[in-house]
């Protein structure tokens, strides 16, 4: 860098020739390239800069100084503007590497972890209901999503020419008329009453779970959907009464919603079971003391159940004359929507990531 000389710079005034001084010492302070610009803006920038006060000195300089100061001003702004250019490349050549070294692979370090998934919110929940359940004694069962119509409907008491048999409401297989998708996970209770019906006296009774996926021609909309989830529950047992069925669920419910969730039995009716009822909780968001999701009365529905049809455990070839037992089964979706307070169902069946990790489907 060429610096003007002494006799040159005489001819400004202090502070000016101070800035010059500190010229080289500041760029060579300067590491970013925001640095370099910061003080491109204090020397060479267009307002109250170094350069546009050295113009103003020049223009006030007397008549017969101006050819040398013009010289000097005109050096000057020469000097930093080369300088700063040189410095400005030096940055930029160092920030390339900088990047390219970021972006580098190196072998040597562990390789990156991808996100990891986390069990769907309605998977969870029956999990859930299934570890509420264990330890009074029931094991999980499964049974498969294509049933027979003995299954799904002769098994379980239900009449000829009741409206769910019809091609409106249920999906049969095209090619096999006699199968359809099971609309309820009831026919697990014909399939497990069958099998174990020969030892029930050896092993003292029948307790058991059957979370699963099920299906119904609804049309889909913010509470419906063709496919959703049931979690059935069934006990059979000698002198079991509405009592013993009445006495389970409240526990569950205090387990699954805490030890101020009271329950309520209404009178109602399917054809497996009788007498039929339905259950409320208390609900679980107010308390009972009312709000949106309980309407005001501080309670929602949550189950239907009864005691086991007698015809349900003949046509399993269980003599009801010395067994009895009770069945209840629970809308998993419609738990769900309640617990959260999530208004549409069909956002657990979207995969929208940003909704799993709300729910706390993923961590
Ligand atoms: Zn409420």
Redesign the pocket.
Known sequence: MTQPDANALSLLPTEMVEACDDFSSALSTCSTLDELNRLKGIYIGREGSFSSRLMDALKKAPKEQKRNLGAVVNGLKKTWEDAIKVRQSELETAKQHLDSAKNAWDATLPPPTPPTGALHPLNRLMDRLVDVFRPLGYHVEEGPEVETEEHNFDGLNIPEDHPARGTADTFYLAQHSELLLRTHTSPVQVRVLKRLAPELEKKGGIRFLAPGRVYRKDEIDPTHSPMFHQVEGMLVGKGIGMHHLKGTLAYAMKALFGPEADVRFRPSYFPFVEPGCEMDVH??????????????????EILGAGLIHPNVLRIAGIDPEIWSGFAFGMGVERTAMMVSQTPDLRLFFENDQRFLQVMGGLD
């Open positions: 609900c679980p968001l107010c308390g009972g003391s009312g709000c949106r999701v309980c309407k005001g009365s501080g309670w929602v």
